[in-house]
T-cell receptor, first 110, second 115 residues
Framework: DAKTTQPNSMESNEEEPVHLPCNHS???????IHWYRQLPSQGPEYVIH???SNVNNRMASLAIAEDRKSSTLILHRATLRDAAVYYC???????????FGKGTRLSVIA | EPEVTQTPSHQVTQMGQEVILRCVPI?????FYWYRQILGQKVEFLVS????????KSEIFDDQFSVERPDGSNFTLKIRSTKLEDSAMYFC?????????????FGEGSRLTVL
């Protein structure tokens, strides 16, 4: 499995931006960086993915380092509903399954 | 918004019994997956399915497990003879793409409790 390293937990204040880091030093050229999250008692939910360029969508932004060995998921304004486990996953080329690690547990404080 | 639906939401069974967990993927999706999550642990890949065949399976997916798409809409996971360690949350997922750009849509899960 292509390996990613994330902090076990992070804390944020409500309505503040959150930067969730991920290291993936063994990434290869065709691996996509995916982020999913899992809210309490729910199934995983897609957040965003990218290859080389930074990506934005309605949920978050993904900043990818120039050497692609790390990335950061940015939640621009954390809400209580964003409290979840966030998973950074390298999806290898081909029809390969999504393999989850332990992720980062984000707590949001009101 | 289309969603993946799973039934039952919770099933309690005796050890050694057969269990079938059902999933209705999003209608135009072609790639289907089962994952499980033992309480307090990470989400684990079990199996992927495309064109009525298993594409890939993990070490967890042994002979006790099978998957089927019996009628073009449902996608089922069968556990032939349940063990205590099969107690977990089982998530079905589907996708339009099997490549590494594809987004997986997950259901809410079926909780299996084996006594």
């Amino acid at each position: 499995d292509a390996k990613t390293t994330q902090p076990n937990s992070m804390e944020s204040n409500e309505e503040e931006p959150v930067h969730l880091p991920c290291n993936h030093s063994t990434i290869s050229g065709t691996d996509y960086i995916h982020w999913y999250r899992q809210l309490p008692s729910q199934g995983p939910e897609y957040v965003i993915h990218g290859l080389t360029s930074n990506v934005n969508n309605r949920m978050a932004s993904l900043a990818i380092a120039e050497d692609r060995k790390s990335s950061t998921l940015i939640l621009h304004r954390a809400t209580l509903r964003d409290a979840a486990v966030y998973y950074c996953i390298l999806r290898l080329s081909g029809n390969t399954p999504l393999v989850f690690g332990k992720g980062t547990r984000l707590s949001v404080i009101a | 918004e289309p969603e993946v639906t799973q039934t039952p939401s919770h099933q309690v069974t005796q050890m050694g019994q057969e269990v079938i967990l059902r999933c209705v993927p999003i209608s135009n999706h072609l790639y289907f997956y089962w994952y499980r999550q033992i309480l307090g642990q990470k989400v684990e890949f079990l199996v992927s399915f495309y064109n009525n065949e298993i594409s890939e399976k993990s070490e967890i997916f042994d002979d006790q497990f099978s998957v089927e798409r019996p009628d073009g809409s449902n996608f089922t996971l069968k556990i032939r003879s349940t063990k205590l360690e099969d107690s977990a949350m089982y998530f079905c997922a589907s996708s339009t793409s099997g490549t590494n750009t594809g987004e997986l849509f997950f259901g809410e899960g079926s909780r299996l409790t084996v006594l």
